[in-house]
T-cell receptor, first 114, second 116 residues
Framework: NAGVTQTPKFQVLKTGQSMTLQCAQD?????MSWYRQDPGMGLRLIHY???????DQGEVPNGYNVSRSTTEDFPLRLLSAAPSQTSVYFC?????????????FGSGTQLSVL | DQQVKQNSPSLSVQEGRISILNCDYT??????FLWYKKYPAEGPTFLIS?????DKNEDGRFTVFLNKSAKHLSLHIVPSQPGDSAVYFC???????????????FGQGTILTVHP
């Protein structure tokens, strides 16, 4: 069972570069989301999607774009990377948006912006 | 504004003893609470949850207690094992209604170390 797959696992960018973090799930989950984890801050929601073609902002959306063209994929785009975006990024999915659904997480992408 | 807080960054416990991890929240609209466990270089995994209509939920060695009047929840691990050493995150959500429902708000995490 693949679950939630994130690529790449590690990435180093220079300030101003753009890149896309990939996320795919094979559980036919309706709800997908992106979190970033920073020391002392826990996990903070960046963007989420409740289905193909539907996305919305989370707590810290600035500097990131998302789209959801299929149920399986939910890429996160950094348009112009900044050092403040150095973090560990986690993609997560659940069957539905309802708040009592548990999230399944990918293994994370460690991003450094120099 | 940190709506979910874990005020202890770390906890150290001897194998076989009880581990108690604490979590406080400020938003009275939260009605579902979850604990996640995270090992290094892995994503968080779901551990246990509790609805606000309950005050206790057990699953094997893990028990979560909820005190709604104090806006406080705790995770008890009995007995603690070295394999329990990980970062533990509490999370809260609003299960239905409004624009915030379905979003999980996480605490900062507590690093648990269980010594053999």
């Amino acid at each position: 069972n693949a679950g939630v797959t994130q690529t790449p696992k590690f990435q180093v960018l220079k300030t101003g570069q753009s890149m896309t973090l990939q996320c795919a799930q094979d559980m036919n989950h309706e709800y997908m989301s992106w979190y970033r984890q920073d020391p002392g801050m826990g996990l903070r929601l960046i963007h989420y999607s409740v289905g193909a073609g539907i996305t919305d902002q989370g707590e810290v959306p600035n500097g990131y774009n998302v789209s959801r063209s299929t149920t399986e994929d939910f890429p996160l785009r950094l348009l112009s990377a900044a050092p403040s975006q150095t973090s560990v990024y986690f993609c997560a999915s659940s069957r539905r948006r309802v708040g009592n659904e548990k999230l399944f997480f990918g293994s994370g992408t460690q991003l450094s912006v120099l | 504004d940190q709506q979910v807080k874990q005020n202890s960054p770390s906890l150290s416990v001897q194998e076989g003893r009880i581990s108690i991890l604490n979590c406080d929240y400020t938003n009275s609209m939260f009605d579902y609470f979850l604990w996640y466990k995270k090992y290094p270089a892995e994503g968080p995994t779901f551990l246990i949850s509790i609805s606000s209509i309950k005050d206790k939920n057990e699953d094997g060695r893990f028990t979560v207690f909820l005190n709604k009047s104090a806006k406080h929840l705790s995770l008890h691990i009995v007995p603690s094992q070295p394999g329990d050493s990980a970062v533990y995150f509490c999370a809260a959500s609003i299960s239905a209604g409004g624009t915030s429902y379905g979003k999980l708000t996480f605490g900062q995490g507590t690093i648990l170390t269980v010594h053999p």
